[in-house]
């Protein structure tokens, strides 16, 4: 009877959280993101609920997961070829580190800094009305892609450019 505890801690997880999914495209290229959207519920985030300074998984439940159609460049002349990786995060008041990791785990919890594949740095910046839902999501500045990512009273976003 475990198994059936189990499957039911899992959809009731999944309720709270449930899953989404984000595209980007432009002509050739295209950015997938697949993740679980937790919610506020009246709690403080950053800081208490996720830890400043220790990495978070960037959602809920499953791993966050990115797909790149084509290699992108980053701040700093960083380049990630085309492929699927785990998106981690480490969040300070200040900034985040946004994570690539070459290391796709069943669960969220499971995260092995042998597999960074990229690492980039983003300021926060906060937000004037909280964000009930963590969100994820895909804007253009300028032509070119940034990634978005707020929740609470915090935001942060990272460009890229495309190859």
């Known amino acids: 009877m475990v198994f059936g505890y189990l499957q039911y ?3 009731e997880t999944k309720k709270y959280s449930p899953e989404d999914e984000v595209v980007y495209k432009n002509q050739d290229f295209q950015v997938q ?7 506020k519920r009246g709690r403080v985030i950053f800081g208490e609920l996720v830890p400043f300074g220790q990495w978070w998984r960037t959602g809920a439940n499953e ?3 990115i797909s790149f159609s084509n290699e992108v460049f980053f701040q700093d002349g960083q380049t990630l070829p ?5 998106l981690v995060t480490i969040p300070h008041p200040e900034k ?12 969220g919890t499971g995260y092995d800094p042998e597999y960074d594949r ?6 926060v910046e906060e937000l004037p009305q909280p964000v009930e839902k963590f969100t994820i999501d895909f804007t253009e500045e300028a032509g ?4 978005t990512m707020a929740w609470d009273r915090t935001k942060v976003s990272l460009s890229f450019a495309i190859k």
């Open 9 to 11: 801690r899992l959809y």
């Open 33 to 39: 993101l697949r993740y679980n959207r937790p919610a």
């Open 63 to 65: 791993a966050t997961q």
């Open 82 to 86: 085309a492929g699927k990786y785990s």
């Open 96 to 107: 985040w580190v946004i994570i690539f990791n070459g290391k796709i785990p069943s669960w």
């Open 118 to 123: 990229l690492r980039v740095e983003v300021p």
């Open 144 to 147: 070119q892609p940034r990634l």
